[in-house]
């Protein structure tokens, strides 16, 4: 039986800047091993957005259907927050994980992010198959609330916070 098991992965912050506007943020990031990267920001909007990429690979995602991903062994969810679904493109996947409101977001999805232990992305690719990949998310407490604001208070659906 074969399987994948999760790559452990150094959480760091990144900085982008826009190019049309100078504007910088402060974004969420880890790579593994396999090619993959997972970034996790607050935009000039008050979202918050994950995107999931493919790094320098020649497999490309089908740019139809959404990856999946999962926390641990909770349920698998393919689409944003309210299901809303994501932007599917063939490097890259993006959710939103929430909306900002004062210094707070309900979002369960990124506290699960924030207090699990792995998070796998499953993906159809653009010539066909199906395949996974995974991350640690240990630090990834400590950097997204770094990335995110450390006033930002996360709420899930249930009312637990971080």
């Known amino acids: 039986m074969l399987f994948s098991l999760p790559v452990l992965a150094e959480w760091d912050i990144v900085t982008h800047t826009n190019i049309d506007s100078d504007v910088q943020t402060k974004v969420a990031h880890t790579e593994n091993s396999e090619g993959y990267s997972l970034e996790i920001y607050r935009d000039a909007n008050k979202v918050i957005r994950a995107?999931?990429?493919?790094?320098?690979?020649?497999?490309?995602?089908?740019?139809?259907?959404?990856?999946?991903?999962q926390v641990d062994k909770r349920k698998p969810e393919n689409t944003s927050i309210n299901d809303a679904p994501c932007i599917a493109h063939r490097k890259w996947g993006e959710f939103i994980l929430g909306y900002i409101s004062g210094e707070e977001v309900t979002s369960t999805f990124l506290h699960n992010i924030m207090n699990g232990s792995k998070i796998t992305f499953r993906f159809?690719?653009?010539?066909?198959?199906?395949?996974?990949?995974?991350?640690?998310?240990?630090?990834?407490?400590?950097?997204?609330?770094?990335?995110?604001?450390?006033?930002?208070?996360?709420?899930?659906d249930s009312g637990f916070s971080n």
Do not use: H, Q, W
């Open 124 to 156: 159809i690719l653009e010539n066909s198959g199906y395949t996974e990949t995974s991350f640690s998310l240990l630090g990834s407490k400590r950097t997204l609330t770094e990335a995110l604001g450390s006033n930002l208070k996360v709420l899930t």
């Open 51 to 69: 995107r999931f990429s493919m790094l320098n690979n020649l497999n490309r995602l089908d740019g139809k259907n959404c990856p999946t991903y």
